[in-house]
Every structure is written in C-alpha cells, then in structure tokens.
C-alpha cells in the first residue's frame, strides 16, 4: 500500500513538473514570436515605410505632369516617323550621341504617360535606396535618404519636358548610383554575383551623358589609384566599369552628331562671346554661375547643408574657433541669399541679381568686363564665393581629423561642384537652364545624409536639429514642386 501511494505520488509530480514545462516551453515560443512580430514590425516603420511614403509623395507630384512640354513634344512624334533603332543611329549621326537618354526619352513620350511615370517614381526611389545602403549607418532609419530626394526641386526640370530631363538627369543619376555599387559595397555582392549585370547597365548608361559619364570615370578612376598606391588587389569588374564609363564619354564625343551639334549650336540659347571667352573666363564663368544660384538663398538644399557641416564641425571638433569658421558659409547665405533684400544696401544688392541676357532663368554675378574690372564691388561677390567654398573644404578636413566620413563627404561635394564647373567649358551655360545643377543637388543631399548620419553617433540634440533641418527643407521644397507642376 505504501508502495503504490509511494508510485502514484511520484507520477502525479512527474506530470506536474512536465506540465510546468510545457507552460515554460509555450511562454518562451510566445515570448519569441511576439519579439519577431515586434522586431518584423519595427523593421517595417524603419525600413519599408518611409520608401512606402516617398512613392506616394512623388505618385501626387507625378500625378498631373503633362508630357508635351518643350523637347518632349518634339521626341514624343519620333517614334511614329522611324523605328527605335533607326532613332538610335540618327541621334548617333546627326543629333549629339547620347543614344541610351534620348532614345528612352522618344519611348516613353510615345508609350502610356503612366508607363514613364512609375519608372520615374522608381528611379527616385533606386536613389534613395542607394543613399540609405551606402551612406547611411547599418540598422538605422531609411528615412535620411527619402528625405533628401525631396530637396530636389522638381521646378528646375521641366525646362526641357519632364520625360527628356528626366531620362538625361534623374536616370543617370539612378544609374550611376547603381554603377558604383562594386565600389561602395566591397565584397557585399559576393552572394548576389546577378546583381552585377545591373551594375554594368547603369554605367552603359551613365556613361552615356556627359556629366554622369565623367563622374563616373573620375570616381573609377580615383578608386584605382588609391588602390594601386595602397597596393590592394584591384577586382575584374572595377576594371570593367573603368573602361566602360571611358569608352561611354569617348562614344558620346566623338559622335558625329555631337560634332555637328558643336559646330551648329551657336543660337539663341548660347553665351554669344562664347567663342572669344578664355579658358580662365569659361572657368570663372562656370564658378559664377553656380555660386550665384546656390548663394542666393533660393535652394533649401544649400542652407540645410551649410548647417549640417556647421553643427558636424561643433560636435566633431570640439574647438570654438574651428565652429566658428564653419558657420560662414552658413551666415553667408544667410545674409547675402535668404535675407539680401533686407540686409544690404542696393549698391550691392544688384550684385548679386545679375541676369546675363542669354541667361533664360539662370543668375550669374556681373562680368568683370573692361567697364567694371577697376571697381572693387565688383570683385566681392567672386571673393565670397571663393572664400565659401575654401571653409567647406577646410570644414570636411578638420573632419578628417576627427572621423571616418570625411572622405566620401570630401568627393560627394567636389564631384557635384565639378559637374557644374564643366559648364562653363559649353556654350550653353545658360541655355540649358537650371536642370544642370541636378547632379549638384543630388551630391548635396548624399552630404546632408553622410553628416546627418555623423550627428546621430554624436549628440542626440545635434541629430535632433539635422533632423529638423532635413525634414523642414525637403517641406518647403515639396510645396514649391508641387506648386510648379499645378
């Protein structure tokens, strides 16, 4: 007796204690399926949702663009008098040898308005994705890159037609992001080796415009060197994209249809000195020009920044003195762009809202003509121009001695800058209107993510105010693109 209830008490414990296990085992498989929902959750407010967002922000600004503005209008009836292949040798021939961005621009003025548009929206959403996956920091938000897409001014690209500009600008950009892949990715395609054919269709592409083309060429071939001075082993395919994103800009250039092009475009839409300009005067023409758009207070993007860098250089460097230098080029803006009609006196206030007479829209600072050339007023709004950019390039070195991104900061800002400086070697300077600064804007907003990015490893009250910034400049921009299109 003793026996059995000795036995039925021990298997009555067993069966408790087995019980309790299982309750164990079902909370802990609770508990772990409600951290994955959770964690599946927060990936997709942190990852997924703000590219979910700019998709249906750029679908309302795509929403009511017409598609037979200015060049579009004219690619729009290629297609219904030749073939796509045969519009391929005749823009190769006879127009300017950009084969991939004007063939696409007749295709998709003849297709659907709609079919452009949601690869349009994509590209926008391929840039910032490019952005967030390589100048973003792993684990963080999406939301930087989303945002600085949208201090893109969509009023500078219609000057051409939406679907021309497009294809010539925001295409190339996308495709030159994804041609550079190999290089700010290193060995991250080793598991994904398909991707690489991507890879070597956006630089065919890129390469096939003239900006985008020596942007590309250049940052290959910077790679290259630094490698072959490091004395690391250079990849097959970084030699492949060398070659062709070289061999893309000697096709377009050595076009017959770019020559004639050359030899032809001298119209209403040149600088009529152009061909007694110096290389000096082109050089400084080109410096102008740029600096007298982006100073002017006009571009959310420059002033969003100019505060990034000045708050990066506070943070980073901990050295008043180094701060302090750092906000000039913000201060400048400020006073001589957002607020020069308040703050300076007409003398100089004309100086800095010159309009050439073959400008079509684009600003420049006035020419030191024989008129002018012994006038010192004349000469300021070239020293602060110059003197702004030389505290930016300090600003990005005294960040080199404080953290690791000042390196790709460093060739974001100088390869967007360079891509407007070679403007003034064309004769359409001007002609081509504001939609040359794309490239620009778009090395400006990779700026604004690599220093927002910084801030966030730094001060959470810093971050807070580059957020700030980011989030009210993409705002204002969105409302002043909205407004352009309706």
């Known amino acids: 007796m003793f026996c059995r209830n000795s036995y039925s008490s021990g298997e009555q414990g067993f069966t408790m204690t087995m019980e309790a296990r299982s309750v164990t085992i079902n909370q802990n498989r609770s508990a772990l399926r409600d951290r994955t929902r959770g964690f599946h959750a927060n990936k997709f407010v942190r990852v997924y949702l703000p590219y979910l967002l700019l998709a249906f922000v750029l679908l309302a600004l795509h929403w009511d663009m017409s598609l037979n503005l200015s060049d579009d209008g004219i690619f729009q009836d290629a297609l219904n008098q030749m073939s796509l292949p045969e519009y391929m ?84 950009t996308a495709a030159l992001l994804v041609a550079l892949v190999p290089l700010l990715c290193a060995g991250g395609l080793e598991k ?56 893309g800009i000697a096709f377009v250039f050595t076009a017959p249809g770019h020559r004639t ?31 007298a758009y982006l100073f002017s207070g006009n571009t959310a993007i420059w002033l969003v920044f100019c ?66 050339y012994t006038e010192w007023t004349y000469y300021l709004p070239l020293f602060l121009a110059i ?27 100088s390869a ?21 600064f794309t490239f620009f804007y778009f090395a400006l907003e990779i700026c604004a993510v690599l220093l927002l990015d910084e801030l966030g490893s730094r001060s959470k009250c810093g971050a807070a105010v580059g957020w700030a910034a980011l989030a009210l400049g993409a705002g204002y921009t969105f409302h002043l693109s909205y407004l352009s299109i309706m």
């Not at 952005?131 to 939301?143: D, E, H, I, W």
């Not at 300090?394 to 960040?399: A, F, M, T, V």
């Open 89 to 172: 040798a005749y823009l190769y021939l006879y127009v300017n040898g950009k084969v991939f961005p004007d063939s696409m621009a007749a295709l998709f003025t003849w297709l659907n308005p709609w079919v452009w548009k949601t690869i349009d929206i994509l590209m926008y959403l391929i840039i910032a994705a490019c952005m967030n996956r390589f100048f973003v920091s792993k684990g963080r938000t999406s939301l930087p890159g989303c945002l600085a897409v949208l201090l893109l001014p969509f009023s500078i690209l219609n000057s051409a037609g939406w679907v021309a500009t497009s294809t010539n600008y925001i295409w190339t």
């Open 192 to 247: 994904h080796r398909w991707f690489y054919l991507f890879c070597f269709i956006g630089c065919l592409y890129a390469s096939n415009q003239e900006q985008s083309g020596a942007i590309l060429v250049t940052v290959y071939a910077i790679a290259i060197a630094a490698k072959k001075y490091r004395r690391q082993p250079i990849g097959g395919f970084t030699w492949i994209s060398f070659l062709t994103s070289a061999a």
């Open 261 to 291: 092009r050359a030899s032809a475009i001298y119209s209403i839409f040149v600088i009529p000195e152009y061909l007694h300009m110096s290389l000096s005067d082109k050089l400084i023409r080109g410096f102008t020009a740029t600096a």
């Open 307 to 372: 505060l990034l860098l000045f708050l990066a250089v506070v943070l980073c460097c901990k050295d008043p003195l180094k701060g302090l230098v750092s906000a000039f080029p913000l201060l400048y803006n400020l006073g001589f762009g957002v607020f020069k009609a308040r703050l300076l006196p007409q003398s100089l206030y004309v100086l800095y809202i010159f309009y050439p007479k073959a400008g079509y829209t684009t600003p420049d600072y006035p020419y030191l003509d024989a008129w002018r």
């Open 387 to 413: 003197l702004t950019v030389g505290v930016i390039l300090l600003s990005i070195l005294w960040l080199s001695q404080a953290q690791g991104k000042a390196v790709p900061l460093f060739l974001a800002f």
């Open 416 to 436: 967007g800058l360079c891509s407007r400086l070679v403007m003034g070697f064309s004769p359409t300077l001007y002609g081509y209107g504001l939609r040359t």
